[in-house]
């Protein structure tokens, strides 16, 4: 029975060292790159599953007057998922492509409660106003050359309140270009009927800070912070990070910006944006980031302009990331942009993703899935 017990607490010893760092501090798998390679082989499996938005979709969106739409990033909070969208109309001539359309809103928030994305998202409603239309959140001056809309790129449940983080658009240039007068975030603490801007927080529109993907990741205090993978407006720059700890999410001067790593390998972080570094070097179009739990990798997906959308394999927020490889090809599906993923919905394992995606004809929302290879 000695011998035994011995064994056991040698066991125990051995496997309590391999879940501690040197310092004595478990080891957090997403932030640690050492022991680990790329997995990802490619997908499988492609498939749209069904149309979240428009008048055609299941949703019947054009209820709410919501006959044409873009983006639908997706936020959590508790129970709730919410689909952010950005510029939003009406009636629309038959057989228009693109944006445009009778009752023009810069942004609209549908939400549901379904949890199985199997057979497409199921909204429990919007956001409305008086008259039961879907409400446009963060109005906009709608003047070229000033201020043309405030286009949501993503948002994040953090302290008991929603922040969802937009581009002041200046103007659409050529396709794949505009011009942003700043980014920064709006607040709500009742569930995304009503919204404060946060003057305090704003990057300029010259930074790489303008389109964020972030996600929550605990800490070993028992912490939370949000790391942002960041771009620039358009869709021809390379990926940055920031973060920043929860409880000082509207504290500008808190955020810090990855800057690269120390002789040791570990990552440098800076209260200077300047110095941030490129964590992906790519053309790189409404970005989103999640944590796989089939990979145990961070995952990246983006549009690649001129290929389609592609998806990344990252060991660490800061890399190293891995090829981009194919996820959606652009000459399957002309038009395609913004591939929004969330780890709420995944099946067997994380093996299989579900995502977001608009077509600019016919200018809506729809579901996909796809199956990772490793």
Same mark, same amino acid.
């Given at each position: ?9 040698? /066991? ?6 391999? /879940? ?7 080891? =957090? ?19 749209? %599953? ?7 979709? *299941? ?49 609209? $928030?549908? &939400? ?30 709608? $003047? ?11 948002? %994040? ?5 929603? &922040? ?24 709500? %603490? ?36 949000? &790391?942002?993978? /960041? ?7 390379? %990926? ?17 910006? &990855?800057?690269? =790593? ?30 796989? *739990? ?39 599906? *002309? ?40």
């Amino acid at each position: 029975m000695k011998g035994k017990a011995a064994l056991l607490a040698s /066991c125990f010893i051995l496997l309590l060292s391999g /879940c501690m760092g040197g310092g004595g501090s478990k080891v =957090n798998p997403m932030l640690e790159a050492r022991g680990k390679s790329f997995l990802l082989k490619g997908v499988t499996g492609l498939e749209q %599953v069904s149309q979240i938005t428009g008048a055609q979709s *299941p949703n019947h969106t054009d209820l709410y007057a919501v006959y044409g739409t873009d983006l639908g990033s997706m936020m959590n909070d508790g129970d709730r998922t919410y689909f952010v969208f950005g510029d939003t109309f009406g009636e629309r001539p038959e057989g228009q492509t693109g944006g445009g359309g009778s009752y023009w809103r810069s942004n609209t $928030i549908g &939400y549901t409660t379904d949890s199985d994305p199997v057979d497409g998202i199921t909204l429990d409603g919007m956001i409305t106003d008086d008259i039961d239309t879907a409400k446009e959140l963060l109005p906009s001056k709608k $003047i070229d050359f000033d201020e043309m809309t405030k286009i949501p790129t993503h948002g %994040v449940a953090a302290g008991g309140a929603l &922040y969802l983080y937009y581009m002041s658009v200046n103007h659409w240039g050529d396709p794949g270009k505009w011009d942003t007068n700043y980014s920064s975030a709006a607040k709500s %603490v009742d569930g995304g009927e009503n919204w404060t801007l946060l003057d305090g927080l704003k990057w300029p529109a010259d930074s790489n800070f303008i389109q964020v993907s972030p996600y929550k990741v605990k800490t070993s205090d028992g912490g939370t912070e949000v &790391y942002f993978w /960041c771009i620039p407006s358009g869709r021809y720059g390379g %990926v940055k990070l920031m973060k920043v700890n929860e409880e000082h999410i509207e504290n500008m001067a808190e955020y810090r910006y &990855y800057a690269g =790593n120390d002789k040791q390998g570990n990552p440098v972080w800076s209260s200077d944006m300047n110095a941030a570094k490129t964590v992906v070097d790519d053309t790189t179009g409404e970005l989103s980031v999640v944590w796989n *739990p089939y990979l145990e990798r961070w995952l990246m997906t983006y549009l690649k302009e001129g290929t389609g959308v592609v998806i990344r394999e990252g060991l660490t927020p800061w890399g190293p990331w891995g090829e981009a490889l194919d996820l959606v090809k652009a000459e399957e599906y *002309p038009g395609l942009y913004a591939p929004f993923m969330n780890d709420r919905y995944t099946a067997d394992g994380g093996k299989t993703i579900y995502f977001t995606l608009s077509l600019w004809d016919p200018y809506n929302v729809f579901w996909f899935k796809a199956s990772l290879e490793k």
